[in-house]
């Protein structure tokens, strides 16, 4: 960027619909999206380090929106780092870039895949205890011939009481209540 009125997701159209904030939702799960990296930078959360994705989607029907990638490289459980640190090598491939050194990336190294385009698969969690689904970031793929294509939503239905006999009758009180078992 070289001036401010550029930008580098392209021209400037002053449009309305360029301009006024689209109403965001959940992103249907296995949706497959080409995207862009805004950020990548280190994290901690709860006392846990990882590194942190964030990618904006350039095409289909969630354009614009924005969706996380948690790399957890700092991980403990030997299976997830290994894991991690493939997701990690494979953007570096992806992007024809090489890690610095054999430590791990600064903010500055990460800062180099910032405006990359690769093709995204996105997930959605399941619902927690709450009800509530996240999107995350599962798979990622080199931009050229991917497809925009949407998934479809978990949908949660909470079935009614289920009849069984433990609901019907009620426990009977048996002598072996005052008994001690020894």
Known sequence: MSSFWESNLGPLSGSAEDAFTK???KIPDNT??????????????????HLKVDWVITGGDFKGQHVYQKIHV??????????????LMLLYKMFDLKPASKEPP?????????????GIKIQETEPNDKGHTY???????????????TGLTIMVEHSPMIDSAFGRNPKEPTSLQDDIPF
Do not use: Y
């Open 23 to 25: 109403q965001f939702r």
């Open 135 to 149: 999107n995350w970031v599962s798979e990622c793929h080199p931009v050229a011939g991917f497809k925009n294509e």
């Open 32 to 49: 497959t999206a080409t995207a862009q990296i805004a950020a990548f930078t280190n994290e901690e959360f709860d006392g846990k380090k």
């Open 106 to 118: 600064t903010n500055l190294e990460l800062a180099v895949f910032v405006n990359k385009h690769a």
């Open 74 to 87: 700092f991980d403990a459980d030997d299976k997830r780092r290994h894991k991690a640190l493939n997701m």
